[in-house]
């Protein structure tokens, strides 16, 4: 929602009339900051609660906050320059990575073990 609360304020700041998505560079990089974000919500909501069921709530309720956190990073960087939001992406992509190994892990010790 904060992602999309700056692309309504870019709209107006720099007059560019909704539904357009193109105009003003700086704009344009606000509205793809909030794209990428939410293209990969679905995934992370996914596998936070996978493995908040399966492995442990608390650990993944870390892994979310942590989530969220280089996303915010990502975005302020993204929107900021051209350059330092590499590491908030790469940092963010790791966050899914270990939630997936926590997620999958749990299942196959569910599954595998007795």
């Known amino acids: 929602a904060c992602f999309a ?3 309504i304020y870019a709209w107006q ?7 357009r998505t193109t105009g003003h560079p700086e704009f344009e990089r606000i509205f793809r900051a909030q794209m990428n974000c939410s293209e990969y919500f679905p995934i992370f909501i996914s596998l936070l609660w996978v493995a908040g069921i ?3 709530q608390g650990v993944a309720a870390v892994c979310g906050l942590l989530y969220l956190y280089t996303r915010l990073r990502y975005f302020q960087g993204y929107t900021a320059v051209a350059q330092g939001w590499l590491a908030p992406l790469y940092a963010s992509a790791r966050v899914l990575w270990l939630l997936l190994g926590l997620a999958v892990a749990r299942l196959l010790a569910h599954f595998l073990l007795p």
Do not use: D, K, W
């Open 54 to 56: 399966f492995f442990h």
């Open 13 to 19: 700041q720099y007059r560019i009339s909704p539904p």
């Open 5 to 7: 609360l700056q692309v």
